[in-house]
């Protein structure tokens, strides 16, 4: 006789098949997903049941189902079970197996709670973003090493003051990113989107427009302290630069012109506003050759993370008209882009020190970096077509953009204390 409560129960087993995990039935039957056209045997010990800790014994290899249109009847199977194996005396407060609600069996074991934790816990990294903040103190590390080299001197105070007004900044910049994208739509499915985490688009967006107006008071601030207006210009075209980028009506990232928005607002815009923002007592800094060169460097870094991170929002992008250039190109073309950009840095700093644009150090010390710029290539190459793992894609990139900017100020810094260096350049 067949019974047809609607509950619903798992059957868990461990066969000696390993590609035989989980089986889910209906009381009424009817088996709901079978994984397996051939028998599902049991051996020895296995765990079975229902969130429960019934165990059958050494049975003789009995089939349980053979394919997915198959019926069985799950509460004979269990009662013919307890026939064979003894089971301990139920109180009188526990329920029959066939009229347990589901809702009872779906009961979360703490393995499982801790699990769901940690997702949640990894949702809020990715939406902090934290690995993504180099971009505000990659440039601002060089534009103080190129004054260094420039002037011998460099102002601590005010690199304090730059870094958290960067940091500021660059949290508009991905809070907007969010709170925008938000209304489009394109984060639908995005579960790291802080909007999604938070539930309120209006509140982010408070937030980072708060966040701007401070990072913005303090590089006016800076900019005060060495009477150099050319700073505040730079800076509020490289902060116009990310809100036509995102911001409505605008949204010229929807349009593809994300990439040359950020090499232009982080390259020569903000490395070199950092680089004047270090001018001594003793005058204004000249732009020179040497900060312009490292400037571009920096530049092709940071529009590089931010091409590789539309590898795994392809589908989105294109469900919502946003024409990324991953969305143009796929991601087999969009591979190539990334192999000529990486061979592009290289190429870059061989000239400059060729040109004495840029001191020797620079180079030997970028030659260091060449191992992670060979990690991003095969990575990218190999998984570009990868859903599930080509998001990292950008985190790579971010290596390589901090190693290379590390590289980059360390060359400029102890360049001046290096004879042989000095000599060359």
């Known amino acids: 006789m067949e019974t047809a409560c609607g509950m619903q129960c798992s059957l868990l087993v461990k066969p000696s098949c390993s590609h035989l995990q989980r089986k889910s039935y209906d009381c009424n039957g009817t088996i709901r997903s079978c994984g397996n056209s051939g028998g599902l045997l049991l051996g020895k010990g296995k765990r079975i049941g229902v969130r429960s800790s019934l165990r059958v014994g050494d049975f003789s290899r009995r089939p349980l189902a053979s394919t997915s249109s198959e019926r069985c009847n799950v509460g004979k199977w269990i009662r013919e079970a307890r026939v064979l194996i003894p089971q301990p005396r139920a109180s009188s407060s526990e329920v029959e197996l ?44 060089v534009g103080a090493a190129a004054a260094y080299l420039q002037s011998g001197v460099i102002s601590m105070g005010r690199y304090w003051l730059l870094l958290g007004s960067s940091f500021l900044v660059i949290t508009w910049l991905n809070l907007s990113n969010d709170a925008y994208d938000a209304e489009t739509g394109v984060d639908k499915g995005k579960k790291e989107s802080v909007v999604n985490i938070t539930g309120s688009q209006r509140g982010v967006l408070s937030a980072a427009y708060a966040c701007l107006v401070l990072g913005a008071m303090g590089i006016v601030k800076a900019a005060q302290q060495i009477g150099d207006m050319r700073v505040v210009a730079l800076f509020s075209a490289a902060i116009l630069c990310g809100y036509v980028y995102q911001c409505p009506p605008f949204r010229l990232s929807y349009k593809g012109l994300g990439e040359p928005l950020c090499f232009v607002a982080f390259g020569p815009l903000a490395t070199t506003g950092f680089y004047l923002c270090h001018a001594s007592k003793l005058g204004a800094l000249a732009v020179t050759p040497t900060v312009l060169g490292a400037a571009v460097l920096v530049g092709i870094t940071t529009a590089l993370i931010l091409f590789c991170s539309h590898f795994h929002q392809i589908d989105g992008d294109l469900s919502v008209g946003k024409m990324s250039p991953l969305v143009r190109l796929g991601t087999e073309k969009g591979s190539k882009v990334v192999q000529a950009a990486v061979v592009s840095l290289y190429t870059i700093i061989t000239l400059l020190t060729a040109l004495k644009a840029l001191p020797v150090t620079c180079f030997a010390l970028s030659l260091l970096t060449v191992p992670i710029g060979r990690l991003v290539l095969q990575f990218i190459g190999k998984n570009h077509a990868n859903k599930t793992v080509i998001f990292m894609a950008k985190y790579y990139c971010v290596r390589l953009h901090v190693a290379l900017g590390v590289a980059l100020s360390l060359g400029l810094a102890i360049a001046p204390r290096i004879p042989a260096a000095a000599m060359l350049w």
């Open 98 to 141: 066939e009229g347990v609600a589901s809702a009872e069996l779906d009961m979360v074991t703490p393995k499982e709670a801790q699990e769901e934790e940690l997702s949640q816990a990894i949702l809020i990294w990715r939406a902090i973003k934290l690995p993504l903040y180099s971009v505000a103190f990659i440039p601002l590390t």
